[in-house]
Every structure is written in C-alpha cells, then in structure tokens.
C-alpha cells in the first residue's frame, strides 16, 4: 500500500512538472522578445542529424508573433512620422514668430536709437560723436583763447612794467635836470654876485 501512495505521488508531481513545463512553453511563445522565442523554439525543438525539426504549430506560432511585431512596428513608425511632420510644422512655426520677434526687436532698438535733432532724424551714436565733436571744437576754441589771453596778459604786463620803468627814468632824469638847473642857478648868482662885489 506503501509502495502505491508512492507511485501515485511521483506521479502526480510528474503530471504536475509536465503541466507546468507545457504551460512554460506556451508562454514562451507568447511572450517575450522575438530573439527570446527564437532561444525557446530552438531548445524545444528536436535534433535530426544536423538538422533541427521543428513543429509546424510553433514554426505557424512564432510565424504569428514575427508578422505581428512588424504590424506594430509600422503602425509605431506611421505615428512616429506623423509626429515628426507635426514637430517641422510646430518648429516651422516657431522660427516664424521668431523671425517676426527678432524683426520687431531690431525695429524697436532702432527706433529707440534714432531721435529727431533739429527736425532731422539722426542716429544715437551719430548724436553722441556730434556732442562730442561741438565739445572737442570748443575746448580747442576756449584752449586757443586761454593762450591768446595768457599771450595779450604778459604783453600787458611787459608793456606796464616798460612804462614803470621809463616813468622812473623820467622822474629821474627829471630830478636830474632839475638838480642841474639849481647848481647852474647857485652858479649864476654866484657869479652875479660875484660881479657886483667887484663892480
């Protein structure tokens, strides 16, 4: 009785061992990689000579799987290619609006660089190089005027201190005469006074 429930129990798990084998081998094939059931058909199938005999059940199977991969793959690729022509639309169109933006920016920049002066449009750096060409022109002028003035001072001054000295000469030569003139006086009535104690 012993040696039955043996035997009915190695049984039973050999059933249940071939269940699950047979049923690994189904989903074998039904899942997976493509490359994973080719690896599986290949093991399962049976050896005959250096041939491998495969069943047409699993040959029709993986025949299946194959075309609807590649059935998928398209309709994948097809969407993928819409996509992409929806993209270069979209990218098309943004480069537009970028285009535009960058025109209007470079439109405002330009006319917040240029300005009406005397009634004449003119650009910002035109204006800046005029401003500085009228102050450079009057710094040159007021330096030129500053040399004049210093020249026309000194000569001024040469002139004035010239006539202080010839004024002093003069004062000089004044007292000098008049200096001469009193001895040539003492000397006349010196000599009158001479005269007249002779005469």
């Known amino acids: ?8 129990l ?13 049923s690994e081998q189904e989903g074998s094939l039904n899942s997976g990689t493509i490359s ?7 093991s399962i199938s049976n050896n005959y ?9 699993n040959l029709d199977k993986i025949q299946k799987n194959i075309t609807d991969s590649l059935d998928f793959y398209k309709v994948q690729i097809v969407d993928v290619q819409k996509e992409l022509a929806s993209q270069k639309t979209h990218i098309a ?3 537009q609006k970028m285009a535009k933006a960058e025109a209007e ?8 660089d240029n300005f009406a002066f005397l009634g004449m449009p003119i650009h910002k750096s035109n204006y ?3 401003m500085w060409g009228i102050v450079a022109v009057l710094g040159m002028a007021l330096l030129f005027f500053l040399y004049k003035f210093n020249k026309s001072h000194r000569v ?12 002093e000469e003069f004062e000089q030569h004044r007292k000098n005469t008049l200096e001469r003139e009193r001895k040539l006086n003492r000397q006349l009535v010196d000599e009158m006074n001479k005269r007249n104690v002779k005469a």
């Open 1 to 8: 009785m012993k040696k039955f429930n043996r035997l009915t």
């Open 10 to 22: 190695a049984c039973c798990m050999m059933a249940t061992v071939a269940v699950a084998q047979e």
């Open 36 to 42: 994973s059931q080719f690896e599986y058909l290949n």
């Open 49 to 57: 000579q250096e041939y491998k005999v495969v069943k047409k059940t």
């Open 93 to 95: 169109s943004l480069e």
């Open 105 to 112: 920016k470079n439109a405002a920049i330009e006319a917040k």
């Open 128 to 130: 800046n190089n005029l």
């Open 156 to 167: 001024t001054a040469e002139t004035l201190k010239t006539l202080d000295e010839t004024k």
